[in-house]
């Protein structure tokens, strides 16, 4: 019996050794054996023009715009200008009903020639009682009175001019008049229409001072403002003419921050020639800022900077070639480099034909968003890997996510 029960236990320790052997075999077969079978798209680095843009939308408004309202209510009874009239500075372009303020000024003028007239009365008593006071014929208390008097009807005529002359300007104000040259590009009254001035100006009239020079308002995200500057070159275009490119200049980057659904914009106002007036106040404009351009840069296309290797490839980890070392300084986040947001690491085939890659950090700069600049890890004609190519991988080894979600390579 002893015999075969020891017998059995070995039984079952072949067979268990010969699942193990199987299993392990598998295993190198599926997961490393055909590593070999994965090939890799690369792609050089070359030397060419690369610009970073900042992209942005606007409206493009007259440099200078002038609301043209009035300070008397009453029926709009002429108009003379309407949309896109020319004008010039004191042209008068619409008038008010002015019967009423005539009225006004009529009953001023009355009321001041009465109070003249009663003026003139108290400087003769005032001096008739002169007299009578010299002579001890009045007493002083009259006199007094009737210097009293004398003084008020002189203040009760400057009263009266004071309303006379506010009579005027109300009558003035019936004429409504262009504060500067330019045209007119918004007319919000018609004849016949009545206008209150009691609690606000309300607005007439728009005047564009100058349609050959316009601004665009263009609302920039707080995180690219940081790179905005005045005189940066800007390439925009409107839906009006999508065939055709406008340029300007940054004029102005505002320091007022505008915040809409928790997202925070400055805007930058965009100098614009117009000497065509092809651009028209309140068009959209699809703005492209360049903040900066390198005319001989060596750049790699981004997909090789958002590769990553599958688990079956093979990474000579102990063959990376890397940036030199910060300083100590930076290096303990007291310098400029602080967290190196500008190393990124790519992969080179260890050879020709090699499946085996071998990581390289690289310094990079600016990005156009299709390519992006490369400052130091490579040098012109360096091949790096931009995707993986297998035809008898197993799925998941046969492609990378392009933006950067696949796994991550083994250290």
């Given amino acids: 019996m002893a015999e075969k029960s020891g017998s059995g236990w070995i039984k079952w320790f072949l067979i268990l050794a010969i699942v193990v052997a199987a299993m392990a075999g598998g295993y190198f077969y599926f997961f490393h054996g055909q ?21 942005a939308t606007g409206i493009l408004n007259p440099v200078k ?72 014929l009045v007493s002083g208390s009259d006199f007094d009175i009737s210097i009293a008097t004398l003084h008020q009807a002189e203040a009760v005529v400057k009263i009266k001019q004071a309303l006379l002359d506010n009579s005027k300007a109300s009558l003035g104000y019936t004429k409504i008049i262009s504060p500067v040259d330019g045209v007119i590009i918004l007319r919000a009254v018609d004849v016949g229409q009545t206008v209150a001035a009691s609690f606000n100006t309300p607005t007439l009239f728009q005047i564009a001072n100058d349609l050959t020079k316009m601004q665009i308002d263009a609302a920039v995200a707080e995180a690219d403002v940081g790179g905005i500057q005045e005189d940066q070159i800007v390439e925009f275009t409107v839906d009006a ?98 967290g190196n947001r500008n190393v990124r690491t790519v992969y080179k085939l260890a ?52 933006f950067g979600g696949g796994n991550m390579p083994r250290r």
Avoid at 40 to 50: D, H, M
Avoid at 98 to 103: D, E, S, T
Avoid at 127 to 136: G, I
């Fill in 35 to 55: 590593a070999s079978a994965l090939s890799f798209n690369t792609v050089s680095a070359t030397r060419g023009e690369i610009t970073q843009n900042v992209t």
């Fill in 241 to 338: 003419y999508p065939y055709r490119t406008f340029h300007g200049e940054v004029t102005q980057v505002r320091n007022s921050p505008t915040t809409l659904n928790n997202v925070v914009t400055y805007d930058a106002v965009i100098g614009v020639t117009n000497a065509d007036y092809k651009l028209k106040p309140g068009m959209t404009a699809n703005v492209s800022i360049i903040v900066a351009q390198r005319p001989d840069a060596l750049k790699i296309p981004n997909a090789a900077l958002r590769f990553r290797p599958p688990e079956t490839a093979n990474i000579l980890t102990n063959q990376l070639i890397s940036l030199p070392q910060p300083t100590n300084a930076v290096a303990n986040g007291k310098g400029k480099g602080r």
């Fill in 65 to 136: 715009s002038v609301q043209v309202g009035c300070q008397v209510s009453g029926r709009i009874n002429t108009l003379y200008v309407d949309f896109n009239s020319p004008v010039t500075n004191g042209q008068i372009i619409a008038e008010i009903d002015q019967r009423v303020y005539l009225a006004q000024v009529a009953q001023a003028e009355a009321d001041l020639a009465n109070s003249m007239a009663n003026l003139e009365l108290q400087r003769v008593q005032a001096k008739r009682n002169a007299e009578l006071y010299t002579n001890q």
């Fill in 351 to 402: 050879g020709e034909n090699s499946a085996e890659l071998i990581p390289v950090q690289v310094k990079t700069g600016i990005t156009d968003g299709i390519f992006t600049e490369v400052v130091e890890g490579l040098k012109e004609g360096d091949k790096v890997v931009s995707g993986v190519v297998s035809t008898d991988a197993p799925a998941a080894a046969q492609s990378s996510n392009p």
